[in-house]
């Protein structure tokens, strides 16, 4: 039986794993199939086929393609460390321009890819909203904590607020009018939008934007 949605921690955890490093490759190509043909057409056959294991196998750790795809996004969150360069700005450039950020086209293929699904399946929803995008959500937050404990940011600033203005805009205009992101324009959203709204402009952090020139 497939677990319902709000399935604990411990209770997946508690799931048997696939021996040594079947797993990761059977998450591999859980990933590629997702990135061609969707989360919706995905099916565990054909996760199966792609990893060439037994679709036994695939049931036995995970119960529901949703947990699947689940762990197969986790997998792959191997990103570099979180930047601590004592800038809000430089910690955001550095968070989202590169590999695991907004620029990485592998995963906004793959973000892409379960869009649809997040309005259609609740169960697959919950644990993305919670296990995946929770995780990126908390850093980003932590980024704009450590600045105002630095004063960079004024203390009535509401962070819940604007933590998720750069990814926002930034996939907005990639998913609905079909531009995709590069280092330019995610510095010019931070630098004529995040930035400004918390009140610290571009100039105090960057001294070579064409607002100093």
């Known amino acids: ?103 990485d086209q592998r995963q906004t293929a793959i973000l892409g890819s379960v869009i649809t699904a997040i309005s259609r399946d609740e169960e697959f929803a919950e644990l993305f909203r919670r296990d995946f995008i929770g995780p990126k959500l908390a850093a980003t937050r932590e980024i ?20 998720p203005a750069l990814p926002g805009i930034v996939l907005h205009r990639h998913f609905m009018l079909g531009a995709p992101p590069d280092p330019d324009f995610i510095t010019r959203v931070l630098d004529q939008i995040v930035l400004p709204a918390v009140a610290v402009g571009p100039h105090h952090s960057h001294p070579h934007t064409k607002e100093d020139s």
């Open 1 to 103: 039986m497939a677990p319902t949605v709000g399935t604990s921690a411990s209770e997946v955890v508690s799931r048997p794993r696939v021996e040594g490093d079947r797993e990761q490759e059977i998450l591999d190509a859980a990933l590629d199939v997702l990135a061609d043909v969707g989360y919706d057409r995905l099916t565990m056959d054909a996760v199966a086929a792609a990893a060439r294991a037994s679709k036994a196998t695939l049931y036995r750790r995970w119960s529901s393609k949703a947990l699947l795809v689940i762990d197969a996004l986790i997998s792959q969150k191997q990103a570099p460390p979180q930047p601590y360069t004592g800038t809000l700005r430089g910690d955001l450039l550095g968070t989202y321009c590169g590999m695991g950020g907004l620029t």
């Open 144 to 163: 704009f904590v450590r600045a105002k404990a630095r004063g960079e940011i004024p203390p009535h600033i509401d962070i819940d607020l604007v933590a």
